[in-house]
C-alpha cells in the first residue's frame, strides 16, 4: 500500500539493515492498523484473538528487547478518495468492472468492516491497560506517525505505508519483527535524496503519475521509470507547478541534455579538438607542398637536400600535431579532420530524448483535473491529528 509502480523495491537498496540496539532509547510512532493486519496474517486460524496475543507479545518484547517507548497510531475517517479508492480495489480483486459502474464514484466515506473495528478497539483496550499512549489520526494513521516523525516527537515510524514519506516522515521502519533475530529494514530519507536525488515533492510528484492510496491509476501509459525520468527534470521548488503547466496541455521547455556514457569523446587538451596543422599533400609532412619543393622537410632525408620524398601508400604522419589531433577524436573522424559525425550523433540523441519528453507530458495532459489538488493538499497539510502533551507522556 502506498506508492504504485513496486515504490518498495525502488527504495530497497537504500534501505539500512539495523540490529536490536539502533532503536534502544529511542521513541517510535506505530501504525496500529498495520499490526493488527500482521496479525491475522501469521496466526490466522491457528489461535485465539490472535491481534490480542501478537500485540501483547510484540509490546512487551519492544520494552525488553529493543528498549523502545512505543506510541501507537490509529486510523481515522478515512477521506472520499481514499474510500472510493478502497471500493475500486474490492471490485477489482472481485473481477467486477468499475468502468461503468457508479458504487467507484461516489465518493461515500465509509469505516472499516465491524470484525476489524472490533480488532482495533481490543487492541486500544489492551494498549491502554498497558499504559501506553494511543493516538487517533483524523485521516491516515501513517500521515500522522509521519507528522510526530517530521516534528521530533518520535525518532521513527514503524509502517508498510511507503506514502509515510510523502507525508514527510524521515525515518520508516517497513518491518519490524521483535521475536526475530534478523535486522531489520530502516529507510532513511536523507539516504533516498542522496541516492535517488529525489525530495518530498518529487515523491508526491511520482506517485501522482503512477498512482497512490488515494488514486490507483494514476496517467495511464506511465510507469516508475518515466516519472522518475521525468520528475528529475525539475526542483522540488518548481515541480507541482510545472505538472499544472503541463496538465494544462503546456509542454515545458526539454531540461537540457541528457547525459550518457558516450556522450564525452575522450582528449587529453583541455580544450575541444581543434583542426590540425596543415600537411604537405606530396611528403605529407607538416608544412605547405610549395616550400617543401624549395627545400625537403626536416621529416624527410634525402642526400640531394632538393626536394621531400612522395608518401608512401597508407602513410601516416607522426608529427607531434597529428598524434594530439588522434587522441582527442575517433580515428575515422580523424581522417576527415573534423568532428561532424560526433555531433550528428550528439543531435540525434538529444532529439530522441525530445520526442520522448513529448510525449510523457502528451499523456500527461490526457488526464483531467491533473494534477489532483486535494491529494496535493492531503499529502502536504499538517493537520493529521491532536498530540498535545505527548512529549510529557514519553519522557
Known amino acids: 500500500m502506498g506508492v504504485g509502480g513496486k515504490f518498495w523495491e525502488l527504495l530497497k537498496p537504500y534501505a539500512r539493515f539495523e540490529g ?5 532509547d ?45 506510541v501507537f497510531v490509529l486510523d481515522g475517517t478515512p477521506s472520499p478518495l481514499k474510500s472510493q479508492a478502497r471500493m475500486v480495489r474490492f471490485f477489482r480483486f472481485s473481477g467486477v468492472d468499475t468502468s461503468t459502474s457508479n458504487v467507484a464514484e461516489e465518493g461515500v466515506s465509509k469505516e472499516r468492516n465491524s470484525a476489524f473495528k472490533k480488532c482495533v478497539n481490543d487492541c486500544v483496550e489492551l494498549l491502554e491497560l498497558l499504559g501506553m ?8 494513521a501513517e500521515a500522522l506517525c509521519a507528522r510526530l516523525n517530521r516534528d521530533g516527537h518520535v525518532d521513527a515510524c514503524i509502517t508498510a505505508d511507503s506514502d509515510a514519506f510523502l507525508f514527510g ?21 536523507s539516504d533516498i535524496e542522496a541516492g535517488l536525488g529525489l525530495k518530498r515533492r518529487h515523491l508526491i510528484a511520482v506517485s501522482l503519475l503512477v498512482g497512490n492510496d488515494h488514486d490507483l491509476n494514476g496517467v495511464q501509459g506511465i510507469g516508475l521509470d518515466k516519472a522518475l525520468r521525468l520528475v528529475r527534470g525539475f526542483s522540488e521548488d518548481e515541480i507541482f507547478d510545472k505538472l499544472y503547466e503541463i496538465g494544462k496541455g503546456h509542454v515545458p521547455l526539454f531540461q537540457g541534455e541528457i547525459r550518457c556514457a558516450g556522450d564525452a569523446i575522450p582528449c587529453s587538451d583541455e580544450s575541444s579538438p581543434k583542426a590540425k596543422q596543415s600537411h604537405c599533400s606530396f611528403c605529407g609532412h607538416p608544412g605547405s607542398k610549395k616550400a617543401h619543393f624549395k627545400s625537403c622537410c626536416e621529416y624527410c632525408i634525402t642526400d640531394s637536400n632538393e626536394g621531400c620524398l612522395k608518401k608512401s601508400q597508407g602513410f601516416k604522419c607522426n608529427c607531434s600535431s597529428c598524434d594530439k589531433f588522434r587522441l582527442c577524436v575517433p580515428s575515422f573522424i580523424a581522417e576527415y579532420f573534423m568532428v561532424s559525425e560526433y555531433q550528428v550523433r550528439k543531435d540525434k540523441d ?7 519528453w513529448i510525449n510523457v507530458c502528451n499523456l500527461i495532459s490526457k488526464e483531467t483535473k491533473f494534477p489532483n489538488d486535494e491529494i496535493i493538499e492531503m499529502y502536504m497539510c499538517n493537520n493529521h491529528g491532536e498530540f498535545t502533551g505527548l512529549s510529557c507522556i514519553l519522557s
Open 20 to 24: 536490536f540496539d539502533f532503536l534502544r
Open 26 to 70: 529511542k521513541k517510535v510512532a506505530i501504525d496500529l492498523s498495520f499490526w493488527i493486519v500482521q496479525h491475522e496474517t501469521a496466526l490466522k486460524n491457528q489461535a485465539l484473538n490472535p491481534h490480542l496475543r501478537l500485540t501483547f507479545f510484540r509490546t512487551v518484547n519492544l520494552f525488553s528487547k529493543f528498549g523502545v517507548f512505543p
Open 133 to 140: 499512549p494511543v493516538l487517533k489520526a483524523n485521516g491516515e
Open 169 to 189: 516522515a524521515t525515518c520508516v521502519i517497513k518491518s519490524l519483527m521483535p521475536n526475530s533475530k534478523e535486522p531489520f529494514e530502516c529507510y532513511n530519507m
Open 350 to 356: 538529444k532529439k530522441k530524448h525530445e520526442n520522448w
